[in-house]
Nanobody, 123 residues
Framework: QVQLVESGGGLVQTGGSLRLSCAAS????????MGWFRQAPGKEREFVAV????????YYANSVKGRFTISRDNAKNTVYLQMNSLKPEDTAVYYC????????????????WGQGTQVTVSS
């Protein structure tokens, strides 16, 4: 069982930056692949980025590639999402997710989810 808690969301102007954190409980965090997803009002949850359990592999949605960076610190049981050059279309609730076996972009494949943190980018 893994419990996830996101933090770091907020209101930022276009072009600004935020760093999201996702703190995980449990001693097996290092064995889980971790993903970030987002959901805007009236839209489906969409993939943002994923990082393998070791941190050796990362994968990004085209919409955030070059602007967002996913990383993890297994000693701190935390995964991060550094978001730069933010745009109004990045406005959404951001969720982290965990799975021991899956490293893809389909949200229904992930077993554990946090409660989400709101990111709002003003124009």
């Amino acid at each position: 069982q893994v419990q996830l808690v996101e933090s770091g969301g907020g209101l930022v102007q276009t072009g600004g930056s935020l760093r999201l954190s996702c703190a995980a409980s449990g001693r097996t965090f290092g064995s889980y692949h971790m993903g970030w997803f987002r959901q805007a009002p009236g839209k489906e949850r969409e993939f943002v980025a994923v990082i393998s359990w070791s941190g050796g592999s990362t994968y990004y949605a085209n919409s955030v590639k070059g602007r967002f960076t996913i990383s993890r610190d297994n000693a701190k049981n935390t995964v991060y999402l550094q978001m730069n050059s933010l745009k109004p279309e990045d406005t959404a609730v951001y969720y982290c997710a965990a799975d021991q076996y899956y490293t893809g972009s389909h949200p229904h494949e992930y077993d554990y989810w946090g409660q989400g943190t709101q990111v709002t980018v003003s124009s």
